[in-house]
């Protein structure tokens, strides 16, 4: 009975030893396994440059003082730089469809050699910003970013395949996402390059992100744009019977009646969004020297007459408002100067 209670504490003892050799074995290998590619890690300034941009790569590492090793930099197979503690390497990105190569070897004082690469593309993305509001015809300038207005940015990359030929942007995956890292899912994935928001009631600024990319990922761009929007604005011009509104002169401070003792004057209405039922959208309240004229509440001209035998100035201001989209407003004025004696007439004309 006592000898087999020896045989059983034997044969454990034999266990646990085995079990300890083995463990330290363990161990043992665990410390002297060769440095792998991870033991370096390569983070570039930007992960979508343009073609010609100065990228600068830091490489750090939490397995070994890099700050003391020997570290030698090379670009597509050929060394650029060399020495201790070299952490950081300036280079330019390729062009379109081409890559750049950037691979890195420290050496520590021991020896032990770690290695890494990292590979730099380019690519770019133009964005067009375009909005619904109103802008009078053959306007040659920028349609204005106007409170509540809806906003529509399109994206036109340019990334290329290793031919040097680009792709057609209808072909690529976009990802559109707000400054607060939402992502807008509905209006991102293949082929949507173009996005459209509706201003919000609490203005503010933000921007918008895109990413454009290649569907398996070999190639990707990526931009942003600020979406800042105004007040609309109100610009006087005067306007001929015949040619219609002068757009290529606007009223600034005042306005002449000559010879012809009548004049009128258009109000453009830069930003605002209304319909041909422009009452149903806007109010228009015109005064003339502080005296509201509530019969040209739907009108965006005005037609005004220099009283008979008499000289002098008047002052006439616009206000528009915005019916349904309350955030837009705008106003302006201009005075009049007129003299002499009336000599024409007009269907309904104001008398200053």
Known sequence: MKFS???????IFGVLFLSFVLLSSAITQAQVLPPNA?????????NNPVPGRVVTIKAESFTFDIDSATVIWTVNGKEVQKGIGLISLDVKAPVLGKKTIVGITAVTANGIRYTNTISIGSGSIDLIIETDGYTPPFFKGKTPLVFQNTVTVIAVPHLANSSGVEFDPASLVYQWKKDDGTVLQDQSGYGKQSISLKGGIVPRPYYLIVTASTRDGSAQAQS???????SPSVVFYKNDPQYGPFFNTAVLGVLKIGSQKEIQAFASLFGFNFSKNISSDLTLNWSINNIEHSELASSKSIILRAPDGDSGTSHVE??????NNILQGGS???DISFSGSNSTKDSSPINL
């Not at 991870?38 to 930007?46: D, E, F, G, W």
């Open 318 to 323: 616009l206000d528009v408002r915005g019916v």
């Open 5 to 11: 209670r020896f045989v059983n504490y034997k044969h």
């Open 224 to 230: 942003l744009i600020d979406i800042n929007a105004t």
């Open 332 to 334: 302006n004025n201009f």
């Open 38 to 46: 991870t033991a370096i890690v390569l983070t570039p300034s930007t």
